[in-house]
């Protein structure tokens, strides 16, 4: 499977962005979805992961729950990321990722496909 990142962009702290993972191929409701970002100079860290479903178990990282929102269309072969609350340490390029497992994860090993990741920018 192909995915295809975008909806990044420049945001004053506190405002919200919407990131999309579109994906090709028509199997997508075969993969949990994952997203990942690295700020600079630091290793590459869990977001946010969704089962196969729209209505699948969630899960997400300690530093973004309760500001974001991750899901699922599978009709349109898409993954969101739905960021209210930005702050400026969410600063980093973010990946959407497709995991073939039986299971969730939050290691990135574990996924077998990635985006090319876009840039989140939070000004202060």
């Known amino acids: 499977v192909q995915l295809q990142a975008s909806g990044g962009g420049l945001v004053q702290a506190g405002g919200s962005l919407r990131l999309s993972c579109a994906a090709s191929?028509?199997?997508?409701?075969?993969?949990?979805m994952g997203w990942f970002r690295q700020a600079p100079g630091k290793e590459r860290d869990f977001v946010a992961h969704?089962?196969?479903?729209?209505?699948?178990?969630?899960y997400y990282a300690d530093s973004v729950k309760g500001r974001f929102t991750i899901s699922r269309d599978n009709a349109k072969n898409t993954v969101y990321l739905q960021m209210n609350s930005l702050k400026p340490e969410d600063t980093a390029v973010y990946y959407c990722a497709a995991n073939s497992r039986t299971y969730g994860s939050v290691r990135s090993s574990e996924y077998d496909y990635w985006g090319q990741g876009t840039q989140v920018t939070v000004s202060s």
């Open positions: 969704i089962g196969f479903w729209s209505e699948s178990f969630t």
């Open positions: 191929g028509r199997t997508f409701n075969s993969y949990r």
